[in-house]
């Protein structure tokens, strides 16, 4: 495609589930990147991949969370046993190399 | 204190104006540095990248600082769609991209 795609764009779910969230780069961007947004902040960064390795997983908060990209090319963001405090926006990136990145709609999660 | 710091503003000015914004940065190993502009509930888009030697893409200019680790944007004649935040970004060798919390500017007629 011609741009990032994240799927869903909205997801609603309870207490305690477990969720995917998923991103599909532009093609031939070799990183990718996860964030988190709150409202009146700044992408948090989440993990960083150079192909299908992590490269830098620091940003992820705890081990709840945990994201795959075992192709090399789309992502999936999973959230065990979420929490109210895990609502925010999930944006995905992805970019060549060093260069400046591109960024997904985001997924808005909710979890009530 | 955070690694990339913005004045959150708000910065609010006359249509014509010019406005300038800083972002400092406390890892020097910082390699590459970026500006992206963010509208209401829209996911950031990349407004430009910022070189050594200072860059210039019609009203806006950027500039880097690293002995002083910040980064700058100037906005010339400001137009009513200037209206957003701008975040700073900055990354390291390593690929970490690290935002800051943004400055928002709202361009009033």
């Known amino acids: 495609g011609a741009g990032v795609s994240q799927t869903p764009s909205n997801k609603v779910t309870e207490k305690g589930k477990y969720v995917e969230l998923r991103c599909d780069p532009i093609?031939?961007?070799?990183?990718l990147y996860w964030y988190r947004q709150s409202l009146g902040q700044g992408p948090e960064f989440l993990i960083y991949?150079?192909?299908?390795?992590?490269?830098?997983d620091s940003g992820l908060p705890n081990d709840r969370f945990f994201a795959v990209r075992p192709e090399g090319s789309v992502s999936t963001l999973k959230i065990q046993r979420t929490e109210r405090g895990d609502s925010a926006v999930y944006l995905c990136?992805?970019?060549?190399?060093?260069?400046?990145?591109?960024f997904g709609q985001g997924t808005r999660l909710t979890v009530v | 204190r955070k690694e990339v710091e913005q004045d959150p503003g708000p910065f609010n000015v006359p249509e014509g104006a010019t406005v300038a914004f800083n972002c400092t940065y406390s890892n020097s190993a910082s390699q590459s540095f970026f500006w992206y502009r963010q509208d209401c509930r829209k996911e950031p888009k990349l407004l430009m990248s910022?070189?050594?030697s200072g860059n210039e893409d019609g009203r806006f200019t950027a500039q880097l600082n690293r002995a002083s680790q910040y980064i700058s944007l100037l906005i010339r004649d400001s137009k009513l769609s200037d209206s957003a935040t701008y975040l700073c970004?900055?990354?390291?060798?390593?690929?970490?991209?690290?935002f800051g919390d943004g400055t928002t500017l709202t361009v009033k007629p």
């Open positions: 093609s031939g961007h070799t990183a």
């Open positions: 910022v070189y050594s």
């Open positions: 970004v900055v990354n390291t060798n390593a690929g970490k991209s690290t």
């Open positions: 991949f150079q192909g299908t390795g992590a490269a830098d």
């Open positions: 990136a992805s970019s060549r190399g060093q260069g400046a990145a591109f």
